[in-house]
């Protein structure tokens, strides 16, 4: 995984991406004095089928904010699309735009836009949406004639961003050390319990511990026999 970077800004559709996706490589970044900074396009508002979405999302954020604090995150922002009808488009595309041109990082990562995981489940319409928005974005937040709205507002382009890192991806190309940072992972999604409480009868420590721990051994044999967060990079 490329390591000559300072800054990175994650940008993913839900509370709870994150920290099924890639937490465990991101507080060995944050160890390391690197910067990441969570971007969301909702609040998981329509994530808990017993609980109103205005109820829901407040709850939900407080939730990712604990989770982020766990792997070294301070700052977390919510675009405030809506939960489950996320669309793919210029307005998606403007507002990840301005959060790489207000953070300018160098990596930029998000989660698996493809249609299926692997083939094997369907993806869900936000994750396709916001996936594919975040790759067209880490170009557009370049473009002074894109959105050129944005420069109004004082968000000048950037075009520092170098790579792209999709977590989640069927088909990785690079991978960051889970060893260090996967105790972290574990508490980091342990803190979306009312969502996991209403998921799964097993105990919410388990099967944080059981779920992240299957991936990163799922991932060993690709990357020299070590439980891994897998990544596939674009580079720019």
């Known amino acids: 995984m490329p390591d000559d970077w300072r800054r990175a800004l994650a940008v993913v559709a839900h509370p709870d991406d994150l920290e099924y996706g890639c937490s465990?490589?991101?507080?060995?970044?944050t160890d390391g004095g690197r910067e990441v900074v969570y971007v969301l396009a909702t609040r998981g508002e329509a994530g808990i089928d017993t609980i109103d979405p205005a109820t829901c999302g407040p709850l939900r954020?407080?939730?990712?904010?604990?989770?982020?604090?766990?792997?070294?995150v301070s700052e977390v922002e919510f675009l405030d699309h809506r939960d489950g009808v996320v669309e793919y488009g210029p307005a998606?595309?403007?507002?990840?735009?301005?959060?790489?041109r207000r953070h300018r990082p160098e990596l930029v990562i998000t989660l698996n836009h493809r249609d299926t995981w692997g083939g094997v489940a369907w993806n869900t319409p936000d994750h396709v949406a916001v996936g594919r928005a975040t790759l067209d974005a880490a170009g557009d937040a370049g473009n002074r004639w894109i959105f050129p709205e944005l420069a109004e507002q004082g968000l000048e382009p950037w075009d520092g961003v170098r790579w792209v890192a999709v977590a989640g991806s069927s088909s990785p190309t690079h991978a960051v050390d889970a060893t260090p940072g996967m105790e972290?992972?574990?508490r980091s999604l342990?803190?979306?319990?009312?969502?996991?409480?209403?998921?799964?009868?097993?105990?919410?420590?388990?099967y944080c511990r059981t779920f992240l721990t299957a991936n990163a051994q799922a991932a060993a044999p690709?990357?020299?026999?070590?439980?891994?967060?897998?990544?596939?990079?674009?580079?720019?």
């Open 184 to 186: 972290r992972a574990v």
């Open 190 to 206: 342990l803190e979306h319990r009312a969502y996991i409480e209403v998921l799964t009868d097993q105990d919410p420590e388990e």
């Open 24 to 29: 465990a490589a991101v507080a060995a970044w």
């Open 92 to 100: 998606l595309r403007r507002d990840i735009a301005a959060a790489i």
């Open 222 to 236: 690709r990357f020299g026999g070590r439980p891994a967060v897998a990544f596939e990079v674009f580079s720019r």
């Open 61 to 72: 954020e407080r939730e990712q904010r604990a989770s982020a604090a766990v792997v070294g």
